[in-house]
């Protein structure tokens, strides 16, 4: 049997080892970026923004702006601080505070561009709306043969109005527009189930 004191003094032994192995100065170290890397991050950032922005559309596809009547507004305020940008990186002089100070400028405008942009495909969803909306207009409320039960109809447009609100919705995800298709098209369905033979 190992006496007490030993196995105190192996024990103490073995954590002063894990402290040497464990500790090395290369995880502290700080490397500072130089001014070229910074303006080459910077430039890379500058150049996909001007893309997306330029490529952008009013549309309902991912990536399209979803209102023209701010479209040309925000796409225009936004192109200016890019392409301040562009200029400063192509001076030969720009410094670190002035990347910086430049990156700034983007973010008012960025943000106000990125508000309006779809981060997902409604076009399913929209054909979906301009599709039943039209048999919703064409379909009649009353009691004869053709027509729809009153809260039938009421239903229905109630159903497109929710999904009119999601196809607006700029945070909505894939998922949601599917759900919100889906809900839709059902809804169709029990319409048409109600419309009077």
């Known amino acids: 049997m190992i006496p007490f004191r030993y196995k105190i003094q192996m024990l103490l032994f073995a954590f002063a080892i894990g402290l040497i192995s464990c500790s090395t100065d290369d995880e502290t170290v700080i490397i500072p970026k130089t001014t070229e890397q910074y303006k080459t991050e910077y430039s890379a950032f500058v150049t996909a923004e001007k893309t997306k922005v330029e490529s952008c559309v009013v549309g309902y596809d991912k990536g399209n702006f979803r209102t023209a009547s ?3 507004g925000l796409k225009a305020d936004y192109l200016t601080v890019l392409n301040a940008a562009v200029a400063l990186l192509a001076k030969t002089d720009v410094t670190i505070p002035d990347i910086i100070n430049s990156n700034k400028t983007l973010a008012t ?3 106000a561009f990125a508000a309006e942009y779809y981060i997902s495909d409604r076009r399913a969803l929209n054909d979906s709306i301009v599709a039943y ?5 064409a379909t009649i409320a009353g009691t004869a ?5 009153a809260a039938d109809k009421t239903t229905f447009t ?3 109005s929710t999904a009119k609100t999601m196809r607006s919705l700029v945070t909505a995800v894939d998922r949601q527009i599917a759900d919100a298709t889906d809900k839709l098209y059902k809804a169709k369905i029990a319409f048409k189930a109600a419309i009077i033979k």
């Open 145 to 149: 043969s053709g027509q729809v039960p």
């Open 133 to 137: 909306e039209t048999l919703n207009a």
């Open 70 to 72: 701010k479209y040309d």
């Open 109 to 111: 405008p960025g943000k």
């Open 158 to 160: 109630t159903a497109i």
